[in-house]
């Protein structure tokens, strides 16, 4: 069965950081590219980053640029998010999604979603 599965969510104040990691199951994550999403209550899941299969291009919502880097271990079918400078609007649940080729990082390109992990910034 195929799967991913994310871990390192949690409660931190705004300003701390946090590292997400997505583990693959029944798949092996280095010939796609790989994709992070966020859904937060009552909104829309919503692109957060995305990384080609070798690692060598990523691509970041412009919310998160300049905070998130995605990056991935391919040895170790896994990718992780490293969220610095957290902010409250950074509150959601966050996914990895598998991309369905290795080097296209649109984000209607990403399928099989793992069920995700929270992340809750507050004060």
């Known amino acids: 069965q195929v799967q991913v599965v994310e871990s390192g969510g949690g409660l931190v104040q705004p300003g701390d950081s946090l590292k997400l990691t997505c583990s693959g199951s029944g798949v092996t994550l280095s010939s796609y590219a790989m994709g992070w999403f966020r859904q937060a209550s009552g909104k829309e899941r919503e692109f957060v980053a995305g990384?080609?299969?070798?690692?060598?291009?990523?691509k970041y919502a412009e919310s998160v640029k300049g905070r998130f880097v995605i990056s991935r271990d391919n040895a170790k079918n896994t990718v992780y998010l490293q969220m610095n400078s957290l902010k409250p609007e950074d509150t959601a649940f966050y996914y990895c999604a598998i991309g369905r080729h290795p080097y296209t990082l649109e984000s209607s390109a990403f399928g099989s979603w793992g069920q995700g992990t929270q992340v809750i910034v507050a004060s």
């Open positions: 990384i080609i299969w070798s690692g060598t291009g990523t």
